[in-house]
Structure formats: C-alpha cells, structure tokens
C-alpha cells in the first residue's frame, strides 16, 4: 500500500522567502483565504504590486455596483448584435452598440465577486513591508490543510497557524508573540467596497459602503457589512483576553492583552446563529501545533480555534486516504518528482478552490478573473478529473447548479427559437450570459454537462442521478439537435455560423463546422442517447444527428480548425489546437489515427506555445496516449514553457498574463490526463499508457478508475 501520509507531505509547500508568485490559501470549496509569508495578509499592497492579490473570497460573495441614477440594468436595456443563420436571424450580446456602451460594460461587470476582507498583521499602527520580516519559514501542511508560519518582524519572533473550517466558511488564526503583548504587534480588520478588478476591491469609496458593530459581548464581536444592495456578516470570536477597536472608516483592530492571541473568524451571507458541531474521533494538534497556550474553556456548542482544526484535520485525511493516489518514487526519470508534486499540490489547491456548490472561476477563490464570473467550458477541466480520481461526491457538489439555472437557459436557447436549454459560457450566480466579443458565441460547453454526468453516473452506478438528471439531458441534447442543422448537399448535420469554437480566434460570421465541436456533438448526443435508453426512453433523433454529424475537415492529411481553413498551420497557429481534442479528451470515434498524427506533428512543428493555456498541454498528452506514444504524452505534459509553470504553491502560473497570475484548468486538466495515462481507456488493455517501459517509469497507483470512453 502506499503510505500516502508520506507521499502528501513530502511535496508541503516551504517558503523560506518572501514569494509573491506563490501565496498560500486555506479554504474548502466555499470559502479560501490567501495569505503571505506571515500566515495573514500583510503584505498586501506588495503582492498587489506583483499581480498576486490577497483575497478571502467565496461562493456567496457577490456585488452589483449600480449605474447612473442608481440603476440596475437587465438583459432587456441591451442591444444585440444580429447575424444570419442557416434558416434565422439570431442575436447575441457581442457588441459594444453606439449609445449602448454604459448597459454593455455594466452587464458585462456585474455582479463581480467580493473580497470580503482583509486581515493583516500591523507593527505600531504601519504597514509591514517585506524588508522588516526575516528568518521565514512558512509550511503549509498539506495532509492537514494547515498553515504554520514563523518569522521575525523588528526583533520579534511571531509564530502564527492559519486554517479553514471545512463545512462552515470559519478561519482560525492562533498567534504567539511577545510583540502582541507590548502591543507593538496588531491584527487589523480592513473592508473595501466590491469591485470587478483582479483585487475585488475598491480602497477609495468609503462612503459608499458600511461597516457596522452589529453585536457585542465578551471577546466577541458581531460586524454588518453592507454595500449597495448587498450584505453579508463576520463574526469575531478571541479565546484568549482580547479588545477590538473601530480605529478608522472600515477599519477594527484587534490587541492582545497577553503574548497570544487566538480567535475565530466567521462569515455568513445571513447572520450567523449559533448551532452545535459535533465531531466523531478526536485528533490531536501536529507538532507544528506545540506552541499553543490551551485556550480557556468554551460551550459545547460555540465553535472554537480548536473545532476548526479538528474539522480542518478530520477532512483532509477523509481526501487523501479515500480517493484515488499515484506514486512515482522510485522513477529514474528526473522529471518524475516534479509530476509528483504538480499531482498533489493540484488535488490540494482544487479540493479548496474548485469543489464548492458553483461551477468555479478560473482563478478559483484566489482573486478575480474575468470579473470573478465563471466560464462554464471550463468547468469540464476544473472537475472532470473527480470520478476518475475516486472523488465523485466532490463533483455532484457543482452539478446542482445546472439543475437550478435550467430556466435560464432554456430563455438563452429560445431567444433565438432554439429548443432545449443552451449552457453560456460567462455568468456570475445569475446564470446570465454576459456580453462578450466571444463569449456569447462559444458552444463546446453545451456537451460538457453530459460529458460530466456520464463520468458519474459511470463510477458510482446510481440509479436515482439518472433520474434526477434527467431533465438536463434532455433539455442539452434538445437543443444540440436544434442546432445542428440538416445540409441537404451532404447528407449530413452542419454545426452553422455564427460560432465562434474552442479555438478563439476566428469571425464568427464565416465560421461553421470546427472540427472538435463536430465530433464533440455526435459523442455528446450518443451519451443522450444512452441515458435515454437505461430510463426506456425512445429518442431516435438524438442517435440520427449523433451518427450524421459532418466529417471531421481534412486538408492535406491534417485536421484543419474549422471547415474551409486551409491556413490553419500557417496564420491560424495560436491558441488552442483544439482539433486535437476529437481524438484525446474524445475516443475520436470519427477520426482517422493517421489523420490525428499528422495533425499532431504539424502542431508540434508550426505553432506559437506561448500562445496556447494550461490545459493545452494535458489534452495534447491524452492525445499522445491514444496514439500510443508514451514518452510523448510525457514530454508535451511537462514542457517547458511559459504558459505551463507550476510555482511552488502548485498553482498553474500564466506567464505573460498579467491577468492570471493562477490557472486552476491548468491543475484539473493535469490531473483528468494523469489519470488516463496512469490508468488507461476504454478498450486500451496496456497497464499505464502513458508512461514508457523502459524502466524509467515506477508508477503505482491506488483506486485510479480508467477512462470510460
């Protein structure tokens, strides 16, 4: 068996040094906390300075900013752009209409998701710069979810632990230092207004939101924020002797009246009330834990420093021995530790950014990207790794999301008198689909819901997902057959402009027929079908579009972009090869191996990598899988390149986009392509694929379930 106790924490993040590339969070789905060297968020406006924000962030913190005359607008103050399609003039939120730009940028802004605060350690009322910490080391405890930071800050020793509750949205902070004491050394409290930036926060309008004392008793303070239509609560509970002091506009700090300081932090969309926790084996703090003064005794049912870590311990050993591990100690490759640990710091970083009860942002619950809205074609490549990893429940979370946001899609597919319910691409919690040059246009994610349920359903063989996804099926396939439509010429299905597809790069107007959407709707549609078939359903369309679907487009040996783009290799190589994919991420059902290898070394031969995203990079390995060729899977998944760096927080870094200083596509992509290379396919009867025999290669795994297509 694999000692996974040992696999996990060989690969714990240390910082021994100031790292603006790599903070580290706490968080469990729902709620992250990001921190800095010093275990809070003191160096905020440095790591601002080096596009990394420190922000605690959650699934429920939204913000709409209003508009001029205090207004909201709706999708009904916009005007679309028309285009013509085979058989209608549809419109879309594309462009930015003259007289119409202020409803086009707000709806395209709003709601952004909030920073719900900042906590920070200050030295005599100052900011702490980076020059006064010294002697840092900062661990973050993987296997427990916890983070111990010690350093000296102006001859001071501090030793702080960070760490998240896992079932409510609750930091406990335990601090010791005699700084505390000679009162040199506060935490303070600091809340901006919302904002659609990458920092979710706005500094500069403190009028324009309140922060109230809602509730006050011994070492417990109750705080209201409220912005605009908006609010939410935190709660500050201290357990050891402690004042909190309104020092300025939206601002509290918090003094020790001896060398420690423990305390509780909570946040709540609605206040909290108190409710009883309870805990079915009781764990010991870590080594790393032996500095704590036993705090004074609480109720039963207040939730204390201690609780949280219980819960935070209890869970994270539930991640790491019940779902799936690799192990490649003992490989001679000397790229095999660093995989390693890409392998585990991504199951970390996704278990906490990525499995909350919303399809996540790209940059999880880091900081904003894209307005903190989330794109849905990427959710495949954020979660579709966790039934193959043993890990479905974590799934299932985000899956309700499409059940409760039907409505709105089926009013996004019949604003252009499609049938069935049409997924967007950008939305906040609304489900709006949010105006975009591309956005609004895009169509690869409209499968992705099948593709995800079919993962599921395959691994946990439950009878009642059939039946309570039943409805999302259908309404998906509805619509992919509405749009599809029939070209009389070819004897087949034509997926017609205006699109635009996985590959952003094209006009939408004379664009149709992209060669991975072609094969991802026939493969969508037959997994429909399947589903029809297991309730004793009859939907004989659905398998006579699937098995009718255009050819794959061909030039010259090679999958082009698109039908009719023979410069694919030429003025169209950037971005993501996404032909590649019909035989990767898909079975490739239609395609020609041959065909697909050709393709393959075109790409590796003409295009600009620097162009392409985190998740480039795994497909293409499970497409070297699927051709069989190993040591090419390994060498495309690991390249050296700007946009697929993982720094030492493990996080996917996005070099040359100052916008994305973290990718978690990048992490999930890995992952759903380790566990096809790790173990296998449908129909691949070879143990690891994805790794050469040559002895190179040790590879042991435990509970890795085989891709089912």
């Not at 802004?109 to 005599?124: D, G, K, M, Q, T």
């Not at 001071?156 to 609750?170: A, F, G, L, N, W």
Request: proline letters at 5%; glycine letters at 4%.
């Amino acid at each position: 068996m694999i000692n996974r106790y040992e696999l996990v924490n060989r690969h714990n993040p240390i910082m021994k040094d100031v790292n603006p590339e790599s903070p580290l969070s706490v968080g469990n789905g729902e709620f992250a906390f990001t921190v800095d060297v010093t275990g809070l968020q003191t160096l905020y406006k440095e790591q601002i300075e080096h596009e990394v924000p420190l922000c605690t962030m959650s699934q429920w913190g939204w913000h709409k900013t209003p508009a001029k005359a205090n207004k909201y607008y709706t999708m009904d103050d916009l005007v679309m752009t028309e285009y013509e399609s085979v058989d209608r003039t549809v419109t879309y939120a594309v462009d930015k209409i003259q007289g119409n730009e202020e409803v086009y940028h707000w709806l395209r802004e709003n709601p952004h998701r909030l920073n719900l605060a900042r906590i920070s350690f200050f030295w005599e009322d100052k900011e702490i710069t980076s020059d006064q910490i010294k002697d840092i080391r900062q661990e973050l405890n993987l296997y427990e979810g916890i983070i111990n930071s010690k350093f000296w800050v102006e001859g001071y020793s501090v030793k702080v632990t960070t760490v998240c509750h896992q079932e409510e949205d609750i930091l406990g902070i335990y601090i010791e230092s005699e700084a505390l004491l000679l009162n040199k050394l506060t935490v303070k409290f600091l809340f901006p207004y919302g904002s659609p930036d990458i920092t979710a926060s706005d500094w500069e309008k403190p009028n324009s939101h309140h922060t109230i004392v809602k509730k006050q008793d011994e070492n417990s303070w109750q705080l209201e924020r409220t912005l605009d239509q908006d609010s939410y609560h935190m709660a500050i509970k201290a357990e050891t002797k402690a004042e909190l002091h309104n020092t300025n506009m939206h601002e509290f700090t918090l003094r020790a009246l001896e060398g420690f300081l423990c305390f509780t932090c909570s946040f709540t969309k609605e206040q909290s009330s108190t409710k009883e926790h309870t805990f079915t084996k009781e764990h010991s703090f870590t080594k790393e834990l032996s500095f704590h003064k036993e705090p004074k005794e609480y109720k039963e049912d207040e939730l204390t420093f201690s609780k949280v870590v219980k819960s935070s311990i209890t869970s994270y050993r539930d991640f790491w021995e019940n779902g799936a591990i690799v192990d490649f100690s003992g490989s001679t490759d000397q790229r095999a530790n660093e995989l390693e640990r890409r392998v585990i710091l991504s199951l970390y970083l996704l278990k906490i950014q990525s499995c909350g009860s919303i399809p996540p942002q790209e940059t999880g619950l880091t900081c904003n990207s894209w307005y903190g809205k989330f794109h849905l074609e990427m959710h495949l490549w954020h979660s579709a790794f966790l039934p193959l990893w043993n890990r479905s429940r974590y799934l299932e979370k985000s899956l309700f999301w499409y059940q409760e946001h039907l409505p709105k899609a089926r009013e996004n597919a019949k604003r252009n008198g499609y049938a069935g319910a049409r997924w967007p691409k950008m939305v906040a919690c609304d489900a709006i689909d949010s105006p975009s040059p591309i956005a609004t246009l895009l169509i690869w994610q409209q499968p992705h819901i099948l593709f995800m349920l079919e993962l599921l359903y395959r691994d946990t063989k439950r009878e009642d997902i059939l039946r309570e996804y039943w409805n999302i099926v259908k309404e998906t396939a509805d619509f992919m057959c509405d749009f599809a439509k029939w070209n009389e010429k070819k004897k087949c299905y034509d997926l017609p402009a205006p699109l635009i597809p996985a590959q952003e790069r094209f006009n939408p107007r004379t664009t149709s027929n992209p060669t991975f959407e072609l094969e991802y709707w026939s493969f969508g549609l037959k997994i429909a079908a399947s589903w029809a078939k297991r309730l004793g359903k009859e939907k004989k369309e659905w398998e006579f579009v699937a098995s009718h679907m255009a050819l794959l487009p061909v030039d010259d040996g090679r999958y082009l972009s698109h039908e009719g783009c023979v410069d694919t290799f030429t003025h169209f190589n950037e971005d993501h090869p996404s032909m590649l994919l019909a035989y990767g991420l898909l079975p490739g059902e239609r395609a020609d191996a041959q065909y697909v290898r050709n393709t393959y070394d075109k790409i590796m031969e003409c295009w600009e990598f620097d162009t392409m995203w985190g998740w480039d990079f795994a497909f293409m390995a499970m497409t070297k899988v699927r051709l069989g060729d190993p040591s090419g899977a390994i060498d495309i998944l690991l390249m050296d390149t700007s946009k697929n760096s993982y720094v030492a927080s493990g996080n996917n870094y996005q070099r040359l986009r100052h916008d994305l200083p973290l990718y978690l596509p990048g992490n999930g992509s890995l992952l759903l392509a380790v566990a096809m290379m790790v173990a296998g396919y449908q129909g691949c009867e070879e143990e690891t694929p994805g790794f050469p025999k040559d002895g190179s290669w040790c590879v042991r795994q435990e509970r890795m379930l085989p891709f089912p297509y």
